[in-house]
């Protein structure tokens, strides 16, 4: 019940800010994340700075699990210059992770570089995650990943 819940604040939180903000290449975007742990992950701009992601995941090593994490992100556009945008982005949120038998809940620190076209509507990404596990027992973990995006209009 209580991963259920989890997910529904999720989609509710995703209804409700998908249309303060719109660009060119729409502001809500899904797809995939690669590396630890794996799955589907989805991002919604709040402004050309801002936005919130969240992703719906397995870990595939050490122990497999389950993993669901949300994060509010701020972009820095002018840290790295070029043709297309490439921002760093940096932020912060929370992982729950279902580990079999038990659950664990831990804050997560994001750093990441974002590719993105204005006139295309996909993204690439990749970030470096610490994350600072709280329950059931304290640890720090690093969560490395690559991924990209489809953006609707």
């Known amino acids: 019940m209580k991963n259920k819940l989890v997910v529904l604040f999720f989609v509710l939180l995703t209804l409700n800010f998908s249309k303060s903000f719109e660009n060119e290449r729409g ?6 994340i690669l590396g630890e742990p794996t799955g589907i992950s989805g991002k919604v701009w709040l402004n050309e700075f801002e936005a919130f992601d969240a992703g719906l995941a397995y870990s595939f090593f050490g122990e497999s699990s389950f993993s669901l994490h949300a994060d509010y992100l701020y972009h820095d556009l002018d840290m790295i210059i070029d043709d297309v945008e490439i921002p760093v982005y940096y932020g912060f949120g929370f992982r729950y992770r279902a580990l079999e038998g038990d659950a664990g809940f831990g804050a997560r620190g994001v750093m990441g570089v974002l590719w993105y076209d204005p006139k295309l509507p996909i993204d ?13 027992a304290t640890s720090i973990n690093l969560d490395l990943a690559i991924g990209g995006r489809y953006y609707f209009k």
């Open 27 to 32: 502001n809500v975007g899904l797809g995939i």
């Open 124 to 136: 690439v990404f990749f970030e470096i995650v610490p994350v600072f596990e709280l329950f059931p």
